[in-house]
């Protein structure tokens, strides 16, 4: 039986209850994480979070853990799900209080955390994608549970047959609905720069960082629409599915072959990486 937590207890989660005066389930209000375990230890977990912290601080939520307590937090459950591919999910909310929409002062967040398996990416995945319009709200750098409209956009990708919705805001390309862009033309790598309209992601980050050094060093740089339908490779990033290829948009092919030599470059050294913090 799954075990979570919850609100300073360990729990089996068919046992977990929240409020329904849970601000989180009353307004959205509240911030999630999302980390990726790999052979049993946590990826990336100091930038996790220090998102979460973030998102928390944006939002005026104080902070409920400190990081020591987080990661034997995470440790625990890790150990209770025993598979070598992980994604612990954490949501804090603001908590409980009666319903108004200025919330009082002095509240108690609420704290759930969960691990489940998570389903290693394939080597060299591909995935289709629709173009649409981003009409979410303008603060898309926080992480927060309020994600009706990436629900939406997904809906409308599922609908079209294909994986992923990227978006376009005033002519610029944003990000996916679940996910960061990354492009490919003449053999530059470009992605959008980090802004309030898209989420800084931890593997975009590393994708960025990793290559900082190298030929293939990333421009963070504004992708128009055209951009993006002229590029020779479209790739997506995020922490549960990683790299991604994007063979199709709108039905139209992404440049010659899918995954193209830069991605495959790429996707290597990522591997390397994961591969090298397994050791350590």
Not at 6 to 26: C, H, I, Q, W
Not at 86 to 105: C, D, E, F, M, W
Not at 221 to 230: E, P
Request: hydrophobic share 45%.
């Amino acid at each position: 039986m799954s075990l979570c937590y919850l609100n300073g207890e360990y729990l089996p989660l068919t046992e977990a209850k929240v409020s329904v005066l849970d601000r989180g389930f009353m307004f959205g209000d509240g911030v999630y994480e999302l980390i990726p375990i790999f052979g049993g230890r946590a990826f990336r977990l100091a930038q996790h979070l220090a998102r979460l912290e973030r998102s928390l601080a944006a939002i005026g939520i104080p902070q409920p853990l400190q990081p020591e307590a987080w990661a034997a937090l995470i440790a625990r459950l890790v150990a209770v799900e025993a598979t070598p591919s992980q994604s612990i999910y954490i949501q804090i909310t603001r908590g409980v209080a009666p319903r108004n929409h200025l919330p009082p002062t002095g509240l108690t967040p609420t704290v759930f955390a969960l691990a489940t398996p998570l389903t290693p990416v394939a080597p060299e995945t591909t995935v289709t994608a629709v173009l649409r319009e981003d009409f979410r709200w303008a603060r898309c750098d926080i992480k927060s549970i309020s994600l009706l409209a990436n629900v939406l956009l997904r809906q409308e990708a599922a609908a079209a047959g294909t994986y992923e919705a990227l978006l376009v805001r005033d002519g610029l390309i944003t990000e996916g609905a679940a996910s960061n862009v990354f492009v490919v033309t003449d053999g530059r790598i470009r992605t959008p720069p980090l802004s309030k309209h898209l989420l800084p992601g931890v593997t975009r980050d590393l994708i960025v960082e990793l290559l900082a050094a190298t030929s293939d060093a990333v421009l963070e740089v504004d992708i128009t629409r055209a951009d993006l339908l002229s590029a020779d490779e479209i790739w997506l990033t995020s922490s549960g599915r990683e790299l991604a290829a994007v063979s199709h948009v709108d039905g139209v092919p992404v440049g010659h072959v899918c995954p193209g030599p830069v991605y495959r470059r790429v996707a290597g050294r990522y591997a390397a990486f994961k591969a090298s913090v397994r050791v350590e």
